[in-house]
Every structure is written in C-alpha cells, then in structure tokens.
C-alpha cells in the first residue's frame, strides 16, 4: 500500500513538473511560410493593433529579417512594424536618417511602420528594481494592444547575444531608455551613458543584463502579457543588426522558435547553440566565444529569478 501510495506522488510530481515548463515551439525551415505555421501552433489570436517589433538593421548590414521573408506574417496579423531610435549614433539614432535606413532595407515599401519614439516617450513600472527604476520607451507603444516580438537571434557586442529579451528591452526602448538600460540606470543621456563610470561593463556587465530583464519584464507587464515571442535563427553572425559591418556568419542557420515564454525562447536558441556539433564551415564556437565573453546566458538565469518566465522547456517540432 504504501509502495502503491509512493508511486502515485511520484506521478503527481512528474505531472506537475511537466505542466511546470514552457511550450516553445520549433521548425527547422526557415521561410516566410513557416512564420505564419509556427505563429498559428501557438494558437493564440491577437486582437486590435498588432506591433511587430523587429530591427530594421543599420545601414550596410545584410543579416536583419528581411521584408520579404516576414512579410506573410505581418500580413496575417495586419500588424505595423515597430522600431525605436538608437542610442551609439550610426544610421539609426537620427530620425530622418532611420527613416532612409527604413526605406534601403525595403520595409516601408511593404508595411507601415512606426518609429515610436519619433514623437516623444514615456516611462512605463519595472517590478523588477535593483537598477533601472522605470523603462523608458517610444510612447507610441500606447497605441498597440499586441505585440508580435519578432527577433533575430544572433550574437552581440554587448550582451553577448540577442534574442527575444534584448528585443523586448533594449529594441522597445528610446534612446534615453537604451541609454538608461546599458548603464544600469545610472544616466539616461545618450552622450554620457558610454563613459567608463556608466558604462556597466567588466565586473558590472552582469547589472547590465540584469538591467535588461528588467526592461524586457516591464513591457510584458506593460502589454498585459499580450506577446507572442519568435526567435529567427538565421545569419547567426558574431555581430548583431545594429553593426553596419558585422563579421561573416559561420554558423549555418538552424531554424524557428516560438513560445509565450521570452526566457524559454531565449533559453531553447542558446541550448540548440552550445549543443551543436559544429564542424568546418559550420562552427558554433565564435558564436559560444562571443556569448561567454559577455556572460550573455546570465540575461536568462537573471529573468527567471524575477519571474519573467522558465528556463524550463518542452520543444515541440514542427515538421
């Protein structure tokens, strides 16, 4: 009896345990026509005005989601392209020069797009506040009741690498707010935040990512959880779309994710990278490299522990 007793919690356990992880789903082919299949697996419908937040890539990089490849699903949401200004100068910190950045890369030409800090921004709660006190972000956010985070996966200079989290935080922030976030909150003006004693970078790079949780947290929250998150696993150079001369990808692409869980799709791009069986002309390691050096699987640790989501996972492949 006993035994039969001890069986029976042992099941109970396992099924909550499973229940317990996130459902992120996952196509290998990556095509504007698996976009919209692994959006629909997710089976959730948005309603109203839809942003679909991705990086319009500077001028001279070739990596960013090309028009042509997430066109099908914009269309099928009926969602605007949204962006924000940068914040390290380049072709995307001034308005007019992101807008003709907008139109080289071919996006206007299909959808409408925002810039939503063109106009002005706001500050939105953080839960989260051990550094930033509040996001700043483009205040035409407002306006939308879905978002459709649609992220390049790939590596980065600062964070090590960018996915969902970076996108929901440092993509959906102005320029005061990436300047607040990449100095964990310690200036907000775009000249200074660069300065070696704001800068959170060496032993503080961890604030940072930290910092970057935070702000990814405070737009779900914004958003009411209306957000379904998409990793594209395509041109996974050691660079990412805001670099106008990004080093040659020499990972070969690996596909699809999807999930309601931004930490669960980050997680499950970083578990297919560092377990890969890399070769010549296909090697993970720069990638792994450039990750590590930037402590970048810290950003997922760092969300789980404020509640963003789970690091646990169950990986549904779609065929």
């Known amino acids: 009896m006993k035994n039969r007793l001890l069986l029976l919690i042992i099941a109970l356990l396992s099924v909550v345990t499973v229940q317990a992880q996130s459902k992120v789903y996952y196509i290998k082919e990556i095509s504007p026509e698996s976009l919209v299949k692994i959006y629909k697996a997710l089976g959730v419908e948005p309603e109203g005005r839809v942003a679909v937040k991705i990086s319009t890539g500077e001028s001279g990089n070739n990596h960013y989601l090309k028009p042509t490849l997430i066109r099908n699903l914009v269309e099928e949401v ?113 000249a200074k935040a660069w300065l070696p004693n704001n800068l959170a970078a060496g032993k503080t790079q961890d604030l940072f990512l930290e910092s970057m949780a935070a702000a990814a947290q405070g737009v779900h929250e914004y958003m009411n959880g209306h957000v379904i998150y998409i990793n594209v696993m395509n041109n996974m150079s050691v660079d990412c779309d805001c670099d106008g001369h990004p080093a040659k990808p020499e990972l070969k692409d690996m596909g699809i994710v999807a999930s309601l869980d931004p930490v669960a799709a980050d997680q499950a791009c970083l578990d297919m990278v560092f377990n890969y069986q890399g070769k010549p002309g296909d090697d993970n390691q720069p990638l792994i490299n450039r990750i590590n050096r930037q402590h970048g699987t810290y950003i997922t640790d760092y969300a789980e522990k404020i509640g963003l989501g789970s690091k646990k996972y169950v990986l549904i492949e779609i065929k």
């Not at 090590?160 to 310690?186: E, F, M, Q, R």
């Open 78 to 190: 009926n969602g605007t392209i949204v962006e924000c200004n940068t914040a390290y100068g380049g072709s995307r910190q001034d308005v007019s020069k992101h807008w003709a950045t907008i139109h080289e890369h071919g996006f206007d030409t299909l959808f409408a797009v925002d810039i939503m800090d063109e106009y002005g921004q706001m500050r939105i709660p953080v839960k989260d506040r051990s550094h930033i006190k509040y996001d700043i972000v483009g205040d035409h956010l407002a306006n939308y009741d879905w978002m459709i985070n649609l992220a390049h996966f790939k590596g980065h200079a600062m964070g090590g690498y960018g996915g969902v989290l970076k996108n929901a935080s440092i993509g959906v922030a102005s320029t005061a707010g990436k300047a607040y976030i990449h100095s964990a909150g310690k200036t907000d003006d775009a």
